[in-house]
Structure formats: structure tokens, C-alpha cells
């Protein structure tokens, strides 16, 4: 199945830390193209006038930069 493109995007996601030390997020697309936020506020904010490819991945990261989590996002 080919990848799905998408023109500009803008997304917000909310944060449940589960007691996680989470300092950045970023949005992965199967182009390539990686979002990115710190997660103050427990929210992420992603604007793009970027070409996006579907499906993308969420990733949490700690403040060292190693990855907590990932879940599939916008299939």
C-alpha cells in the first residue's frame, strides 16, 4: 500500500505522562520529514507547510534524548 501524501498540517497533541520524564515530541513521517516540540505545558503544537507522507509516528523522548514511546499516528 502507498503511503498517503498530505500538504500543510497542523496538529496538537495533549500529554499524559504516566509519571514519565518527557522533554520533546516529534511527529515522523514515512517521507522522512520529522516535527518536532518540547512538551512544556503537556501539550505539543505542529505546523508544517512541509509535503507529509502517512503514516507518521509520535515519539516521547526523555531529556537525553532516548526514546520513552512511539504509537502510529495519522494512518
Known amino acids: 500500500m502507498a503511503a498517503a501524501a ?3 498540517i497542523t496538529s496538537m497533541l495533549e500529554m499524559y505522562r504516566a509519571g ?3 522533554a520533546q515530541v516529534e511527529l515522523r513521517f ?30 516521547l523522548l526523555d531529556p537525553a534524548g532516548n ?3 512511539s504509537e502510529t499516528a495519522f494512518r
Do not use: H, K, W, Y
Request: charged share 20%; proline share 5%; hydrophobic share 50%.
Open 6 to 8: 498530505v500538504g500543510p
Open 20 to 22: 514519565a520524564d518527557i
Open 30 to 59: 514515512a517521507n522522512g520529514v520529522t516535527l518536532s516540540d518540547d512538551a512544556d505545558a503537556d501539550v505539543a503544537l505542529f505546523i508544517t507547510e512541509s509535503s507529509l507522507q502517512l503514516p507518521a509516528t509520535a515519539v
Open 67 to 69: 526514546e520513552i514511546r
